[in-house]
């Protein structure tokens, strides 16, 4: 008898262990439940290493594809990209059809880009990297 309880409680903290450590990825339905209430035109001038800014205009569809127009300021370079975005505790993730990704913090009435890695920037420029909605 004791053999068999220690085995059922040896196997009970493995599926806990293995049910805790599970990442559980976002719902299709949460993203397609945020992608209405972000949809819209979030427009800014982010901060550029070599120029003045970049006068970027971020759209959010409701079908959870966005669309971005990023023009530098005193250059000739513009840029568009789409792809698709999603949502996961209240921060957004753009990718684009190259892969590459964008994070923003979904804060009212705007977006703040976060870094590479979905972190806030630091420094005296963090307050800038803000797209307000239209």
Request: charged letters at 20%.
């Amino acid at each position: 008898m004791k053999r068999s309880l220690c085995v059922f409680t040896v196997l009970c903290l493995i599926w806990l262990a293995g049910a805790c450590s599970r990442v559980q990825p976002v719902s299709e339905a949460a993203n397609k439940a945020a992608a209405p209430v972000l949809s819209g035109v979030y427009e800014g001038v982010l901060p550029a290493a070599d120029c003045p800014g970049i006068h970027t205009v971020l759209t959010l569809h409701a079908d959870g594809s966005f669309s971005k127009v990023s023009q530098y300021l005193e250059r000739d370079a513009r840029f568009e990209d789409k792809g698709s975005f999603s949502v996961q505790n209240n921060v957004l993730k753009t990718t684009d059809e190259t892969g590459e990704i964008f994070y923003y913090q979904v804060q009212p009435a705007a977006l703040v880009q976060l870094d590479s890695q979905g972190k806030a920037i630091e420094g005296e420029m963090a307050p800038l990297y803000v797209l307000k909605k239209k």
